[in-house]
């Protein structure tokens, strides 16, 4: 079955960018969606389809994909900002969505 | 608006079946494009989906859980049901449902827009 894997956690200064990795197999040729879930909440989307933004998510937030790894980039973190953040596929070969194992953020 | 809001048992058994209803407003699973996914979080843990139906009643299922799971939907209603067999204390978790949309590019994908607050469940004896 396909796999996703996330560092388990990303520590960033206020102000400064974090970069969120999301490893699978071919990733480049999938849509990948960015999913940011704060404690006691529901996830949110922030990033669908490798690059667009979610409705009412700042610029800072920005997303890429190639090859093996998509990439959400949030630039001058804020301490709002820390979440767990999950990536997604679809995987056409199962016919099933994937979750990534998760990265935690965290804003020191 | 869009909102959704998962509704069941706090509490079942294990071998019992364990029903959850997502009801939604702001949307018609009736119109193209439009779907319902289920997806649940152990304690502490990741992210797992569960099953999405879509709007011209296609249904998708995790292949793990295959088995023990069914989505229907009642589109009068506005609402989805999803069952599963069999439950187990490994099930205790957090049970959300959340509208998928198809973007087109070149390309369909569907992705979570908006996600109900969830429902807890506890499997135990």
């Known amino acids: 079955s396909y796999v996703l894997t996330q560092p388990p956690s990303v520590s960033v200064a206020p102000g400064k960018t974090a970069r969120i990795t999301c490893g699978g197999n071919?990733?480049?040729?999938?849509?990948v969606h960015w999913y940011q879930q704060k404690p006691g909440q529901a996830p949110a989307v922030v990033i669908y389809?490798?690059?667009d933004r979610a409705s009412g998510i700042p610029e800072r937030f920005s997303g890429s994909n190639s090859g093996s790894t998509a990439t959400l980039t949030i630039s001058r973190v804020e301490a709002g900002d820390e979440a767990d953040y999950y990536c997604q596929v679809w995987d056409s070969s199962s016919d099933h969505y994937v979750f990534g194992t998760g990265t935690k953020v965290t804003v020191l | 608006q869009v909102t959704l809001r998962e509704s069941g048992p706090a509490l079942v058994k294990p071998t019992q079946t364990l029903t959850l209803t997502c009801s939604f407003s702001?949307?018609?699973?009736?119109?193209?494009?439009?779907?319902v996914s289920w997806i649940r979080q152990p304690p502490g843990k990741a992210l797992e989906w569960l099953a999405r139906?879509?709007?011209?009643?296609?249904?998708h299922y995790s292949t793990s859980l295959k088995t023990s799971l069914t989505i229907s939907k009642d589109t009068s209603k506005n609402q989805v049901v999803l069952t599963m067999t069999n439950m187990d204390p490994v099930d205790t978790g957090t049970y959300f449902c959340?509208?998928?949309?198809?973007?087109?590019?070149?390309?369909?994908?569907?992705?979570?827009?908006?996600w109900g607050k969830g429902t807890t469940v506890t499997v135990s004896s």
């Open positions: 389809d490798s690059g």
């Open positions: 959340a509208r998928t949309r198809r973007g087109e590019r070149a390309y369909f994908y569907y992705y979570m827009d908006v």
């Open positions: 139906i879509d709007w011209d009643d296609d249904k």
């Open positions: 702001g949307f018609s699973l009736s119109t193209s494009g439009m779907c």
């Open positions: 071919n990733i480049g040729s999938k849509s």
